[in-house]
C-alpha cells in the first residue's frame, strides 16, 4: 500500500480533469551555500503538502511541493545514493543516469528540442546554468496561492546564499474556456488511473483489460520503491523511496499559426478547421473523443467522466474515426491493433499537468505577438522508459500504428517538425471510396520548447534527512524500525533515519552527446507522388 502521508501532493493529486488548481507559480533556486540550503528545507518542510493533507481539505489553503535537481543532492552529500543499487537494473540505472545528466544534456537526443527549440536557444534560466530546487505551488484562488508564496518568499529572503533565479507564474482560464489550453481543446484527460492512490477511477484511465473493462497502473510506475508494471521494485534505496521523478519543460504555443495553418487545410479540403484541428489532436474541443463522436462534436458526452475517455482503438484498425497519427493516439495508444499493444503501453504512460500561462488569444482574433503557451510538467518514475520515450519514439520518429504513415511523420500538434523536403504531413483517411483522402502537408512547428528541468520530488522523510543531515548506518535498503538499534534517540519518530549517504565520491552521469544524427529521408520519392495527386484538390 502506498503511504500517502509521505508522498507529496503533486504526485497523484490534483491533476485529473476538472481538479487542478486554477493558479500555479514556480519559483527556481540554486544553492550557494550547503548550511543555508539545508536551513531553507527545514524552514519550509513543515508547509509542504502530502497526498494526506491535500486530503483533508482538496488543496484549498495552497500547496506547496519541493522537488530537487540533481546538483543540489549532489550538494547535500547524496549525490552517491542517486543510482540503482543493483548495476545490473539497467531500466532503474537509465531513469537515473537521465535524472543526473538533465534536461538540456538530453534535450536534441531524446526529446527534439532542435532548431527554434534547441537548448542554446532557451530562455537564460534554463539554458545557461543547472538549476538546484524548485517550489511548486498551487491554489483554487488568487489569496490562498498569496499565502503559500508569501511564506517561500520570506523564506528565501532569510537566506541570502540562496539565489532566486526565475519564477514562472500560470492560471487555467474561465468561462468557455475552462479546462482549456491555448489552442482550445479541453486539456487534462486521459490520465492513468495509479493503484492504491485512494482516488476514484474512470473508465479508459487505466489500462484495457483482455476483453472488457479497465485495470489500474501499479503504482510503482510513477512512485519510486513500489511495484511497477513489470513486477520489479526498481528503487529500493530508502533514498527514493515514496518519491518520484518531475519533468518541467515551458512551451510556447503558436496559436495564430496553428489557427492559420488548419484554415487554410479545411479551405482546400471543403470541411470546416474544427474538423481539421480534431482529426490533428483526436478530440474535438469539447474532449468528446473520435472514437465516440466521429463526424461532429457531442460536448455531453465531453461533460461525462465515465464516457469521455471509455474507448478503444481495436476496431479502428485504419483510422477510420481517430486518425492514426492523432496526437492522443500516438502517446497513449492503448490496444492500438495497428501499433504498440497493451503491454508496451503501459510501460511509456506519464501522469501529466499543463497550465496556461500568457493570455488567451480570443477565436478570430488576429496573433498579437504576445508569448503564450503551456506550464507543462509530467510525473513519472522513470524518466527514460516514460517521458524520454514518448518524446523520442512516439512524439518525434515515425508512428506507433505502422499503417498509413512514412518516417518523417511526427506528433501533428506538439511534434519537432522539419522544414523543405524532410517536411512531415499528415493524413486522415476518407472512408468514402470515391473520395482522396485528407493530406496536411508541410506540418509547422506549433510548439517551441523554451525550457526545462529534471528534478526529483523526494518523500518528506527523505527531505527532513536532507535538511537535518541525518547521518545513516552504510548501505542499508531495509528501514529499520524505531526500536532498532540503528534508530537514532535523537531523530524525529516519524521519520525514517536509514537514508544512506555517500562515503565516496559521487560518480559522474556519462551524458549523452547534445546532437541527435539526422535521419534520412525515406519515402521522398512517394511523398512527392502523393502531394502532386492530392494537393490541392
Given at each position: 500500500m502506498?503511504?500517502?502521508?509521505?508522498?507529496?501532493?503533486?504526485?497523484?493529486?490534483?491533476?485529473r480533469?476538472?481538479?487542478a488548481?486554477?493558479?500555479?507559480?514556480?519559483?527556481?533556486v540554486r544553492f550557494?551555500?550547503?548550511?543555508d540550503?539545508?536551513a531553507?528545507?527545514e524552514?519550509?518542510?513543515?508547509?509542504v503538502?502530502?497526498?494526506e493533507a491535500y486530503?483533508r481539505?482538496?488543496?484549498a489553503?495552497?500547496?506547496?511541493?519541493i522537488a530537487?535537481?540533481?546538483p543540489?543532492?549532489?550538494?547535500?552529500g547524496?549525490?552517491?545514493?542517486?543510482?540503482a543499487l543493483?548495476?545490473?537494473?539497467d531500466?532503474?540505472?537509465a531513469?537515473?543516469?537521465?535524472?543526473?545528466?538533465?534536461?538540456r544534456?538530453?534535450a536534441?537526443?531524446y526529446l527534439?528540442d532542435?532548431?527554434?527549440?534547441a537548448?542554446?536557444?532557451?530562455?537564460a534560466?534554463?539554458?545557461?546554468?543547472?538549476?538546484h530546487?524548485?517550489?511548486?505551488?498551487?491554489a483554487?484562488t488568487?489569496d490562498?496561492?498569496?499565502?503559500?508564496?508569501g511564506?517561500v518568499?520570506?523564506a528565501l529572503?532569510?537566506?541570502?546564499?540562496?539565489?532566486?533565479?526565475?519564477d514562472?507564474?500560470?492560471?487555467?482560464f474561465d468561462?468557455?474556456?475552462?479546462?482549456?489550453?491555448?489552442?482550445?481543446?479541453a486539456?487534462?484527460?486521459?490520465?492513468p488511473s495509479v493503484?492504491d492512490?485512494?482516488d476514484?477511477?474512470?473508465p479508459?484511465?487505466?489500462?484495457?483489460?483482455?476483453r472488457r473493462?479497465?485495470?489500474?497502473?501499479r503504482?510503482?510506475?510513477?512512485?519510486l520503491?513500489?511495484?511497477?508494471?513489470?513486477?520489479q521494485?526498481?528503487?529500493?534505496?530508502?533514498?527514493?523511496?515514496?518519491?518520484?521523478f518531475?519533468?518541467?519543460r515551458?512551451?510556447?504555443?503558436h496559436?495564430?499559426l496553428?489557427?492559420?495553418?488548419v484554415?487554410?487545410?479545411a479551405?482546400?479540403n471543403?470541411?470546416t478547421?474544427?474538423f481539421v484541428g480534431a482529426?490533428?489532436?483526436?478530440?474535438?474541443?469539447s474532449?468528446?473523443?473520435?472514437m465516440?463522436a466521429?463526424?461532429?462534436?457531442d460536448?455531453?458526452?465531453?461533460?461525462?467522466?465515465?464516457?469521455?475517455?471509455?474507448?478503444?482503438?481495436?476496431?479502428?484498425?485504419?483510422?477510420d474515426?481517430c486518425?492514426?497519427?492523432?496526437?492522443i493516439r500516438?502517446n497513449?495508444?492503448?490496444?492500438?491493433p495497428s501499433?504498440?499493444?497493451?503491454?508496451?503501453?503501459?510501460l511509456?504512460?506519464?501522469?501529466?499537468?499543463?497550465?496556461?500561462y500568457?493570455?488567451?488569444?480570443?477565436p478570430g482574433?488576429?496573433d498579437?505577438?504576445?508569448?503564450?503557451g503551456?506550464?507543462?510538467v509530467?510525473?513519472n518514475?522513470?524518466?527514460?522508459?516514460?517521458f524520454?520515450?514518448?518524446?523520442?519514439?512516439?512524439?518525434?520518429?515515425?508512428l506507433?500504428?505502422t499503417?498509413?504513415?512514412f518516417?518523417n511523420d511526427?506528433?501533428p500538434l506538439?511534434?519537432?517538425?522539419?522544414?523543405?523536403?524532410?517536411?512531415?504531413?499528415?493524413?486522415?483517411?476518407n472512408?468514402?471510396?470515391?473520395?482522396a483522402?485528407?493530406i496536411?502537408?508541410?506540418?509547422?512547428?506549433f510548439v517551441?520548447t523554451?525550457?526545462g528541468?529534471?528534478f526529483?520530488?523526494?518523500?518528506l522523510?527523505t527531505?527532513?534527512?536532507l535538511a537535518?543531515?541525518?547521518?545513516?548506518?552504510?548501505?542499508q535498503?531495509?528501514c529499520?524500525?524505531?526500536?532498532?538499534?540503528d534508530?537514532?534517540p535523537?531523530?524525529?519518530?516519524?521519520?525514517?533515519?536509514?537514508?544512506?549517504?555517500?562515503?565516496?565520491?559521487?560518480?559522474q552521469?556519462a551524458?549523452v552527446?547534445d546532437t541527435?544524427?539526422d535521419?534520412?529521408?525515406?519515402?521522398t520519392k512517394?511523398?512527392?507522388?502523393?502531394?502532386?495527386?492530392?494537393?490541392d484538390?
Amino acid at each position: 500500500m502506498l503511504d500517502l502521508r509521505q508522498i507529496q501532493s503533486n504526485v497523484l493529486r490534483g491533476y485529473r480533469y476538472g481538479t487542478a488548481a486554477k493558479f500555479v507559480h514556480y519559483t527556481f533556486v540554486r544553492f550557494t551555500d550547503e548550511a543555508d540550503a539545508r536551513a531553507l528545507l527545514e524552514r519550509l518542510l513543515p508547509q509542504v503538502t502530502s497526498c494526506e493533507a491535500y486530503d483533508r481539505d482538496g488543496g484549498a489553503q495552497g500547496v506547496l511541493n519541493i522537488a530537487l535537481a540533481y546538483p543540489a543532492i549532489d550538494m547535500f552529500g547524496y549525490g552517491g545514493q542517486a543510482r540503482a543499487l543493483d548495476a545490473t537494473d539497467d531500466e532503474a540505472t537509465a531513469a537515473v543516469e537521465a535524472f543526473k545528466c538533465g534536461m538540456r544534456a538530453r534535450a536534441k537526443a531524446y526529446l527534439g528540442d532542435d532548431g527554434s527549440s534547441a537548448p542554446d536557444r532557451w530562455e537564460a534560466p534554463y539554458r545557461d546554468e543547472r538549476l538546484h530546487a524548485v517550489f511548486a505551488m498551487n491554489a483554487p484562488t488568487s489569496d490562498a496561492l498569496q499565502r503559500v508564496r508569501g511564506s517561500v518568499d520570506d523564506a528565501l529572503a532569510a537566506y541570502a546564499s540562496v539565489v532566486r533565479v526565475h519564477d514562472e507564474a500560470g492560471a487555467h482560464f474561465d468561462g468557455e474556456w475552462a479546462g482549456k489550453e491555448h489552442f482550445g481543446f479541453a486539456d487534462g484527460i486521459a490520465q492513468p488511473s495509479v493503484l492504491d492512490a485512494g482516488d476514484e477511477a474512470y473508465p479508459g484511465d487505466g489500462t484495457p483489460k483482455k476483453r472488457r473493462g479497465w485495470s489500474r497502473l501499479r503504482s510503482g510506475e510513477f512512485v519510486l520503491g513500489q511495484p511497477d508494471e513489470l513486477g520489479q521494485v526498481q528503487f529500493r534505496s530508502a533514498f527514493f523511496k515514496n518519491g518520484s521523478f518531475m519533468v518541467f519543460r515551458k512551451l510556447q504555443q503558436h496559436v495564430g499559426l496553428y489557427r492559420d495553418y488548419v484554415r487554410s487545410v479545411a479551405e482546400r479540403n471543403d470541411v470546416t478547421p474544427e474538423f481539421v484541428g480534431a482529426k490533428m489532436v483526436g478530440r474535438w474541443q469539447s474532449g468528446a473523443p473520435l472514437m465516440r463522436a466521429p463526424d461532429e462534436d457531442d460536448p455531453e458526452l465531453a461533460r461525462d467522466p465515465h464516457k469521455a475517455n471509455d474507448f478503444r482503438y481495436c476496431d479502428d484498425e485504419f483510422g477510420d474515426r481517430c486518425p492514426l497519427g492523432a496526437h492522443i493516439r500516438r502517446n497513449n495508444p492503448r490496444e492500438d491493433p495497428s501499433g504498440p499493444g497493451v503491454v508496451q503501453t503501459k510501460l511509456h504512460r506519464i501522469i501529466r499537468r499543463a497550465t496556461p500561462y500568457g493570455p488567451q488569444l480570443e477565436p478570430g482574433a488576429d496573433d498579437d505577438g504576445t508569448e503564450r503557451g503551456t506550464l507543462f510538467v509530467v510525473i513519472n518514475a522513470n524518466i527514460a522508459r516514460q517521458f524520454e520515450f514518448v518524446q523520442r519514439n512516439w512524439v518525434n520518429s515515425v508512428l506507433s500504428s505502422t499503417h498509413l504513415t512514412f518516417p518523417n511523420d511526427r506528433d501533428p500538434l506538439i511534434g519537432a517538425q522539419h522544414s523543405g523536403p524532410r517536411a512531415g504531413k499528415y493524413l486522415v483517411p476518407n472512408t468514402s471510396r470515391n473520395r482522396a483522402p485528407l493530406i496536411a502537408w508541410d506540418l509547422p512547428r506549433f510548439v517551441t520548447t523554451r525550457g526545462g528541468e529534471y528534478f526529483l520530488l523526494p518523500s518528506l522523510d527523505t527531505l527532513y534527512n536532507l535538511a537535518h543531515d541525518v547521518p545513516p548506518p552504510p548501505e542499508q535498503v531495509d528501514c529499520p524500525t524505531l526500536d532498532s538499534p540503528d534508530a537514532r534517540p535523537d531523530a524525529r519518530p516519524d521519520v525514517d533515519q536509514s537514508v544512506p549517504r555517500r562515503t565516496s565520491p559521487a560518480p559522474q552521469p556519462a551524458c549523452v552527446p547534445d546532437t541527435k544524427p539526422d535521419q534520412p529521408s525515406v519515402g521522398t520519392k512517394l511523398r512527392a507522388a502523393l502531394k502532386n495527386a492530392f494537393d490541392d484538390e
